[in-house]
């Protein structure tokens, strides 16, 4: 059994930054990969981006590349999501995600095996 909660999510201006924090319960949190995935009212669910069980592989989805950064402190049982540069289009519910399968990240939903209940993130045009 793993627990994840999200935290972190709130309203900010375009351009602006975010930290989201995903906690995680159970000792065992080092032996899976983690990710985090999005969504908007009425939009499908996408990929954001995915870190492997030992921290040293990272992906981005396109979207995200060179403005949010992953990151994991497994002594701390947390997984990290820095957002910079903020977009009106980065607007969503923000879930975190732990894999089984975890020595490479992984960008699909369902190769995930335990989920957070999300943060609101709202940016403001």
């Known amino acids: 059994q793993v627990q994840l909660v999200e935290s972190g999510g709130e309203l900010v201006q375009a351009g602006g930054s975010l930290r989201l924090s995903c906690a995680a319960s159970g000792r065992t949190f080092s032996s899976y990969g983690m990710g985090w995935f999005r969504q908007a009212p009425g939009k499908e669910r996408e990929f954001v981006a995915a870190i492997n069980w030992s921290g040293n592989k990272m992906r981005y989805a396109d979207s995200v590349k060179g403005r949010f950064t992953i990151s994991r402190d497994n002594a701390k049982n947390t997984g990290l999501l820095q957002m910079n540069s903020l977009k009106p289009e980065d607007t969503g519910i923000y879930y975190c995600?732990?894999?089984?399968?975890?020595?490479?990240?992984?960008?699909?939903?369902?190769?995930?095996?335990?989920w957070g209940q999300g943060t609101q993130v709202t940016v403001s045009s």
């Open positions: 995600a732990a894999s089984t399968s975890g020595y490479y990240p992984r960008e699909e939903g369902n190769e995930y095996d335990y």
